[in-house]
């Protein structure tokens, strides 16, 4: 299985591991740099339009990405911890791009249907949400379900900290070197180098 895999990605580096069980549902439109990692588990639905992942990239057990059409880049030294899971979305606009040297720690959440940019090294806990998608909570004459998807891009600078259990919403820039306190809600776009906490998110302090 695993070799099989390998030599059916579009391009594959070397010191590339996969699972036994993994399961990649178009791997021909997949580039892998070297020594990559899919441990058990992981699995990936539908075929983005672009999907390259860099070099020293590990996706720990249970990992899940999906999505057609849309695009996911991953740059190197970048680790998704168990459950990680990533949304790219179903338009030619959607996208998830990932700088070098990020972590997501278990049970990340990441939606890429309104564009999400995640800068270089940038350290995100257990149970983020990015939420570049929602519903149409204006339109009032039918239910929401009906109303299709409402996006917005979410962008992180290089260098921030989101800590455990936050929310981003969508049309949201999080400035360069900000930390984010545990269980924040960030609705609005911050400043540089600051520390931000609470809901909705307000900036508490300076680093």
Not at 43 to 62: A, D, K, L, Q, W
Not at 147 to 169: C, F, M, Q, R
Request: glycine fraction near 10%; proline fraction near 5%.
């Amino acid at each position: 299985m695993m070799a099989d895999l390998r030599s059916a990605f579009k391009s594959c580096g070397e010191h590339v591991t996969v699972a036994d069980d993994v399961y990649i549902e178009h791997p021909e439109v997949v580039e892998v740099g070297d020594r990559v990692t899919f441990m058990r588990g992981f699995h990936m639905i539908g075929r983005p339009r672009e999907c390259r992942i860099g070099s020293h990239v590990t996706f720990y057990p249970n990992a899940f990405v999906q999505g057609s059409n849309s695009r996911l880049t991953i740059g190197d030294h970048v680790e998704f911890f168990p459950g990680a899971y990533i949304s790219l979305g179903d338009w030619e606009t959607s996208f998830v791009d990932i700088g070098h040297h990020c972590h997501f720690a278990p049970n990340c959440v990441l939606y890429g249907w309104g564009g999400l940019t995640i800068s270089p090294y940038c350290n995100v806990a257990a149970h983020t949400v990015f939420a570049t998608v929602g519903h149409h909570d204006e339109i009032t004459d039918r239910p929401m379900a009906l109303t299709g998807e409402k996006a917005g891009p979410i962008i992180l600078e290089e260098d921030v900290w989101i800590a455990a259990n936050v929310t981003i919403a969508a049309n949201t820039r999080i400035a360069r070197g900000c930390v984010i306190g545990a269980n924040a809600v960030v609705t609005r776009d911050t400043e540089p180098m600051g520390v931000y906490v609470g809901v909705p998110a307000r900036r508490l302090r300076d680093r």
